[in-house]
Structure formats: C-alpha cells, structure tokens
C-alpha cells in the first residue's frame, strides 16, 4: 500500500491507519461488498487531476448495491463528493487508482444481512499499465468464466474476482503473464478485470454484453469512439476460441489494465506478436482523452481541483 496520510470511511476523511472494519463482519466472512476502481489522471500542463467517467462508475456501483440487495445504496452525488474530499485532503498530484467499497458491516452478521452499509475508499499513486510496448502473453483458461445465473459478473462483486484469481494464478504458475476465461459454453468472456477485444480484417470485434462480461466502463468508451477516430464501429457478439489465434491484433481494455496490447495466446503469436498498428492508435487517443489532452468528450473528465 502506498504511503498515504489519509482514506476515507463513511464519507468522512480519516487517517489511513483508523480506516479498520471488524474481522466478523459480513463483509469480511461472506465478500459482503462491491467496489469501483476508478482511474484520476494527472495533466501537469494543467495542474489538474481528471476523474474518468466518474459518474458511469457510480451509477454502476448504484446498481452492484441493487443486485446485493444491499438496504441502503449511496447516492452519486454523496460518492462523488467523498471521493473528490479524500484525493484534495491527500494533495495528489499525479496519476491515481481510487478503489471504492461499499460493504455489509453487521457486527458477527449472517450471510443474509443486508445492513448497516459503510463506505470506504483508498486513493493511492498509481501508474498506468498498458502503455507503450508492454503487451501480455496469455493462455486460455482451464477455468470456465463465472455465469450470470450463477454469480452475475455484470456487477463488481468481490466475491466475482476469486474466478479470475484462479484462472490467472493457474497461467502464472504455468508460465504466462496473463489469461483469457471462456464462458462454459465454450465461448470468449474476458480477462481477469479487463475485456477483451480482437482484430480480423481490420474490423474491432469483442464479445458481447451476454458473454459473462462485466458491463466495462473502458469497453463501452471504446466502442464510442471508435467510429468517431477510426470511421468503423465495433462489432459485438460470440467468439470462438480458434477466433483468438486468428486475428491480427489484441488487446484488453479495462479501468486497470488500460489498453494492453496482447502478444501472443496459447504460444500462438497474435499477428506479428509486436504492438499493432491499430492497437497502437487506439491506445494514442485513449490516453489523450484520459488526460484530457484532447479537448473532445470533456464531459467524461471530472476535474478534481477546478484549475
């Protein structure tokens, strides 16, 4: 953990080491609790930090509460203005991963408690990942992606994560850097928190909202603009696995992962096995309008010190 002076719990500014739950809480025997993680990007020609598409993580983090059945759900305007006190109480200036809990906090409470709900975030230094040259050597999981009839992967559940954790610990220890789950129907899902996206015949393509995905804040950005930078829209729909060793480029998008290009899967070089030509615009103007280089979509960036 970086050496923060403060967090914030229960939308007041605490110092990092009061920031404490209890070992008994629901949230901590049963992942009782959903998150966001959102990016804050620092522009120094600017002197401004700039909050991506803040809002679409709330609402998405409104409705992880919703599907939890969670008895109090945070307003956007309470979460938005809790996030924005803690990074100014910490004086961050530079790039940042804000993580936001929302979490069951009865005392020794049972798997069915849907209250008290708290509040926690970290904002802690954080540079990018897919940046560059760097790209990712992935193998197709063993492990089938987890259902939406089993536990809804369209919402940031806590618990959803132990999926990609086995998936991506198992491509470790095999000699990978990353992986790509299927869905058990054989199916491409997506990356442990990241999806994915594929290039055949120059069209982007990426599996569909009914692939097992998550409802991705960064995917949905890129489908956007897409037609706006690059004249092609993204196609959605079903992949198949063989599909991954055909295309000429690869990469996964998500809040942590950014844009990072994927080399090769399986021992199949994607493509060249280098950075593609799309992938790397692509990349180009994401980290413009994140930044807010680009004057374009200003209402996706939500400044955090008015400069």
Same mark, same amino acid.
């Given at each position: ?13 605490? $110092? ?244 990072? $290009? ?40 939500? $400044?955090?010190?008015?400069?």
């Amino acid at each position: 953990m970086s050496d923060v002076k403060y967090m914030s719990l229960d939308g007041k500014v605490v $110092p990092a080491a009061d920031a404490r739950i209890h070992i008994l809480s629901p949230a901590v025997k049963y992942a009782t609790n959903v998150f966001e993680g959102i990016r804050g990007y620092w522009n120094q020609a600017r002197n401004e930090m700039f909050l991506f598409r803040l809002t679409e993580h709330l609402e998405r983090m409104r409705f992880s509460m919703k599907v939890m059945r969670f008895a109090e759900r945070f307003t956007v305007e309470r979460m938005r203005d809790a996030i924005l006190e803690l990074i100014r109480a910490n004086g961050t200036r530079e790039d940042t991963y804000v993580r936001l809990y929302a979490f069951v906090d009865e005392p020794d409470g049972e798997m069915t408690a849907t209250g008290p709900v708290r509040m926690a975030i970290a904002a802690t230094p954080r540079g990018g990942r897919g940046r560059g040259n760097k790209g990712a050597h992935c193998a197709v999981s063993s492990w089938a992606r987890i259902a939406d009839h089993s536990l809804p992967p369209r919402i940031k559940c806590v618990a959803n994560y132990n999926n990609s954790r086995l998936a991506w610990m198992q491509a470790k220890a095999d000699g990978y850097d990353n992986v790509i789950l299927l869905t058990a129907a054989g199916k491409v899902s997506e990356g442990p928190g990241a999806c994915v996206v594929l290039v055949r015949d120059g069209v982007p393509i990426t599996p569909s909202l009914t692939s097992d995905i998550l409802e991705s804040v960064t995917r949905r950005t890129l489908i956007e603009i897409f037609p706006e930078t690059f004249d092609r829209a993204v196609v959605e729909r079903d992949v198949g696995r063989s599909e991954l060793y055909a295309a000429e480029e690869a990469f996964f998008c998500g809040t942590g992962h950014e844009i990072l $290009p994927i080399f090769s899967i399986d021992r199949h070089p994607v493509g060249s096995g280098e950075l593609g030509h799309l992938t790397m615009a692509v990349q180009k103007r994401y980290f413009s309008l994140v930044r807010g280089e680009s004057d374009d979509h200003a209402e996706w960036r939500t $400044p955090v010190y008015g400069g």
